[in-house]
Nanobody, 126 residues
Framework: QVQLVESGGGLVQAGDSLRLSCGASGRTFNSLVMGWFRQAPGKDREFVAAISWSGSSTYYADSVKGRFTISRDNAKNMVYLQMNSLKPEDTAVYYC???????????????????WGQGTQVTVSS
């Protein structure tokens, strides 16, 4: 079992930056592929970014490529999402997720992840 807790969300203006953090516990963190998803009101949860267990590989949704950066610190059991040049359309609840079976790379589907955090709200005003 893995417990995930996100933090760092908030209200910012368009063009600002924000860094989300996700702490993991309950299982060897460096065996997990980690991902970030987001869900806007009335929309499906969508993939944002993923990072391999070692951190050597990352993958991004086209909508955030070049603006967001996913990283991890296996010594601290943490994964981060640095979000720059934020846009109003980035407004959503952001979720941290863990994939424990290494089924495929990159895992982009909601159903591919085994564990989820409770989410943190990011609101970008225009």
């Amino acid at each position: 079992q893995v417990q995930l807790v996100e933090s760092g969300g908030g209200l910012v203006q368009a063009g600002d930056s924000l860094r989300l953090s996700c702490g993991a516990s309950g299982r060897t963190f460096n065996s997990l592929v980690m991902g970030w998803f987001r869900q806007a009101p009335g929309k499906d949860r969508e993939f944002v970014a993923a990072i391999s267990w070692s951190g050597s590989s990352t993958y991004y949704a086209d909508s955030v490529k070049g603006r967001f950066t996913i990283s991890r610190d296996n010594a601290k059991n943490m994964v981060y999402l640095q979000m720059n040049s934020l846009k109003p359309e980035d407004t959503a609840v952001y979720y941290c997720a863990a994939e424990s079976h290494g089924r495929r790379w990159p895992p982009r589907g909601v159903s591919e992840y085994d564990y989820w955090g409770q989410g943190t709200q990011v609101t970008v005003s225009s």
